[in-house]
């Protein structure tokens, strides 16, 4: 399979695959998933995925819950502030993050992930723990924990798609899924103004293998091969799932990394990433058998690339940085090292 060129430079909306087959043999052609899964992954980097099992129940729940978190007052939602935690998890105020170029973000998130005992995890101690619970809604630890697991489980499905799509075994990714660091962020968007610089979220790729994305409200934009800002807005019954900056380098650049960003929005929305990824000691190269020549992509190491990312966005992690508490991986790359707006071909 030769790496796909990114040719795809007109498409102005992103395709729509159904995944039940992923999901259920009976449910229709697997074959036909596969080659869908594999066009969407290479053209464009994003596509709505249908099917996928996920009930709205789940995201009633899920969109109360955050709901709830953020109408909390502004003093009580600092004290799970994320630098209080030792492995980033908490809330995340409007300004915490600086993406490539510097833009400002206008939202305020909360970020978990996999519920681990806290133990030392090595060089994964920084990603990997308990997470950070508020105490003043009992609710919201059952609400956003269910779908969690759910939208893990479709995360494992969708990568056995494009470990398909690759031409390699549905399963080959599963030994790399005992204990990984894949977040999900509750993230609230206040409406704004636009203004100069101002973003909900500036343009950035994910630094894992794929993310799984519900939204209620538009605002989502997604860099097409001719550098143009296209729309993603919600589907209904449908998530948003992307390709991250692992699955570029596993592919060899057959899969993109697309970049993207969230603009301000006229009205207040919610959005819930799981960025679904692999064990943080994963060693991630392409492939050979889709080498024709040399490698486009040197070899990393999965959580240091997430680790990398993420203190140099962080404002709190940057500052520990400059203190000198905290170093960078080995092999850090700069920020937007992939994605179609880097400044490469």
Not at 20 to 27: I, Q, T, V
Not at 60 to 77: D, W, Y
Not at 188 to 198: D, L, R
């Amino acid at each position: 399979m030769p790496p796909a060129a990114r040719t795809p430079e007109s498409f102005q909306s992103l395709p729509i695959v159904d995944v039940a087959p992923l999901l259920d043999p009976s449910a229709g052609s697997l074959e036909a998933t596969v080659a869908a899964l594999r066009r969407a992954a290479s053209e464009v980097g994003f596509l709505y995925v249908t099917g996928h099992g996920v009930g709205a129940e789940r995201l009633e729940g899920l969109e109360r819950a955050a709901r709830e978190l953020f109408s909390l007052p502004h003093a009580a939602k600092l004290e799970y502030h994320i630098g209080r935690s030792r492995n980033h998890r908490g809330y995340v105020p409007p300004g915490e993050e600086v993406f490539y170029g510097q833009s400002k973000d206008t939202k305020e998130a909360f970020d978990l992930a996999l519920e681990l005992p806290a133990a030392d995890h090595g060089r994964a101690s920084r990603l990997l723990g308990p997470n950070v619970w508020p105490r003043e809604l009992p609710g919201f630890q059952a609400a956003v924990g269910a779908y969690y697991a759910d939208v893990f489980s479709l995360g494992r499905a969708l990568l056995g798609g494009f470990a398909l799509a690759l031409g390699l075994p549905r399963t080959y990714f599963e030994g790399y899924l005992t204990a990984p660091p894949s977040q999900l962020r509750l993230i609230h968007y206040e409406p704004a103004e636009v203004g100069e610089g101002a973003m909900g979220i500036g343009s950035h790729t994910d630094y894992e293998c794929l993310t799984i994305l519900h939204a209620t409200a538009p605002g989502l934009e997604v860099m097409n091969g001719a550098r143009q800002w296209v729309a993603a807005p919600p589907v209904p019954g449908a998530f948003v799932v992307n390709i991250g900056d692992l699955l570029e380098v596993w592919s060899n650049g057959v899969f993109v990394s697309t970049s993207h960003r969230v603009c301000p929005v006229a009205t207040s929305r919610y959005s819930f990433p799981l960025f679904f990824t692999v064990d943080y000691e994963t060693r991630v190269e392409p492939l050979p058998h889709l080498c024709h020549g040399a490698p486009r992509y040197s070899a990393l190491i999965s959580g240091d690339h997430l680790l990398s990312q993420t203190m140099q966005t962080f404002r709190y992690l940057i500052e520990l940085r400059q203190q000198g508490q905290l170093e960078l991986p080995e092999d850090s790359r700069g920020l937007s090292s992939f994605g179609r707006d880097r400044g490469a071909p």
